[in-house]
């Protein structure tokens, strides 16, 4: 039994291998506010770097972020061109209420539902919010866990960094 | 000797042949998280040095480790929980090891994945494994889990395997009130917008899904009041979703039922479980409108007939209520009674637009938020000429669908107001208006309902781009008077009662620092022993994906709840180190 869990084990891997995984990003499914579903490994922004935020309806400082976020929003996408996925890991008791929630406060980001946290598990997330900056291959280049008010500032400097 | 000499051919072989590759491809990353706390023997709240008992340190931790190598990944996890009796945790999950691990392969069409599953079969209500640390809830499935993509918008999915119950081990020799029953279960979601070509871009969306769950045990027969009853070794469960949306609308329904399954729990009964779960939702940029309703009856599927309280839950009851997350109101949160209970939830969120009168130059958001939890209707049957309900091997009762019982458990009517004044000021006030109904949440036969209004407000001025100062202000007004006459016995039901008053004090400096004070004061309690108050002092410091907190004070009775799942925590004084990174 143990000798052929090993095998399956590393069958595994072995398949793994020849697989091309250049980005951070894991190949995770989820749904976005119109049911569709969006594989997390194709993700991107073309070529340029994007946000992808960890936040939930009950998470106080994760929505002062966001609100935050969406007021410079504009100015952000104007002079990086950058994007902002933002990823609610509300379970199923709010899944329904998500989209006229973030339609509601007018979020203009690209919102995808973690409903039983298995994107926040892969990528590491232990408390929201947390928010990952990946340059244009998906690579991730800052992190950072918390909001503190002014904290957006501190992503923008990072943002610039890397839009040139 | 001979498999493992054959496994370190195999590896070297790999190894040599992709040995480049493996570098390069190959990814560790984790995470890590500690909390420990010191208590103290204070007097002020009752907390005696018997109450300690000696274990003045309590420690919960958690480090994970994962390796990925393009599709496939794998990963365990250690848990060390030092658990005191001031800690609040079910003493059961005290221990440390392996509690976690995992390998998975997953190239978008098939997945496969072997040790323990976290998984969710739509809503949840039939099948749903997850973990919430701040709990010390964990129902991993130990198994084997089959995805199956077969074309665009078409998923697949079946597993097989053995929930967590804290340490208990998985094999056949364990006790039984350790022992779990084998969870098997399939499920199948369309999504036929990405199926048919022809509505790739339709304004009409729809996904439906099915899933079946059962759970095996070994069969036997239990004695209740002196009868002998027969337990079912197979209980089923099968649930049906379905999603539309038209345009701005969108409505979602998940039926659920679950044939008879006799359990401690539910008292032995026979009867037949269902649960039903419907949203209607309207929004546009600005607005949102949500309706939800939700019927449960008899649904609590555990994979051990014997257990009881949050164990071993094969379904989840998602609560529809708003979730709190201020102090004050958060005191009294509702949990689902998996027993029976009907709900209804209706959310409004209004952005009043910038550069209007009442918009201002930034916009103004308005919530508002009504629910209400009630029991569901119970009429007893007639076994051999006798009329009874919920004896033990029988049906138990018969609940009418749409009849709503008259207790009512839970009701909570809210509004908030958000407005960004200008670049320096902000402000919140929400109203909250709850019941709660003590005797069913918290489990105090005989104690009163809660009837309180709370008020709240917050202030953030920024002094400049890093650094802001926040205040906070609560009020509550509880039914239950200063000078309100305590049955004898029932004084335990009022270590939270009456009105209080709360402020919190922060001061931050993006995004390194913050330091906050707070203090909860239960000034109006009827025993003036429990007129206290709760003072606490916080100081952190942020780094990129590191947090270092450390706070210290009082602590008030309360319930820790994490989607309807709640964990009492008793009042207690001392200092606690969080600690939380990643890589």
Known sequence: ?164 | MKKISLLIVFVLGITAVYGQDFLKKSKVSGSFQMDGNYYWEDKGIGITKEDINGEEFGAYGFGKLQYQLGNFTAGFRFEAYQTTPMSGFDSRVKGMGIANYFATYDDGTIGVTVGDIYDQFGNGLVFRSYEEWTLGFDNALRGIRAVYRPWEGVTLKGLYGKQRFYWAGYGENVPTSESRGMVRGVDGEWDLNSSIASMNNSKFRATVGASFVSKYEDASTLFVNGEELVMPQNVASYAGRLNLGYGRFTFSTEYARKINDPSEFNNYIYKDGQELLASLAYSQKGLGVVLQVKRVDNMSFKSNRLATQNDLDIGFIPPLNYTHTHSLPSMFSYATQPLGEMGVQFQVNYTIPKNTALGGKYGTKLAFNYSQVNDIKRDSINVNGVNMLNQPGTKGYTSPFFAVGDRMFYRDLNFEVEKKINTKWHLTLMYINLYYDMETIENHPGAEAVEANIAFGEVIYKINRNNSIRLELQHMWDNVGPNHTIEPGHESYYTKRGNWFAFLLEYTIAPKWFVSVADKYNYGNPIADNRDHYITGSFGYIKDQTRIAISGGRQSEGLVCVGGVCRTVPASSGISLTITTSF
């Open chain 1, 1 to 164: 039994m143990k000798k052929s869990l090993a095998f399956l084990l590393f069958g595994l891997m072995f398949f793994g291998l020849n697989a091309q995984n250049k980005s951070d990003l894991p190949n995770i499914t989820l749904k976005d506010l119109d049911g569709q579903s969006i594989n997390i490994a194709e993700l991107s922004n073309d070529g340029k770097p994007f946000v992808m935020t960890f936040w939930a309806t009950w998470c106080g400082p994760c929505v002062k972020e966001h609100n935050a976020l969406s007021d410079v929003y504009d100015d952000w996408v104007e002079e990086t061109g950058v994007k902002i996925f933002s990823v609610s890991i509300d379970d199923a008791r709010s899944t329904a209420k998500i989209k006229p929630f973030v339609d509601g406060k007018g979020w203009p980001f690209e919102i995808l539902l973690d409903v039983n946290k298995e994107l926040a598990r892969a990528m590491n997330v232990n408390n929201p919010p947390h928010t990952f900056l990946f340059d244009g291959d998906g690579k991730i280049v800052w992190q950072h866990t918390g909001y503190l008010d002014g904290g957006e500032e501190d992503l923008y400097q990072e943002i610039l960094k890397i839009s040139k």
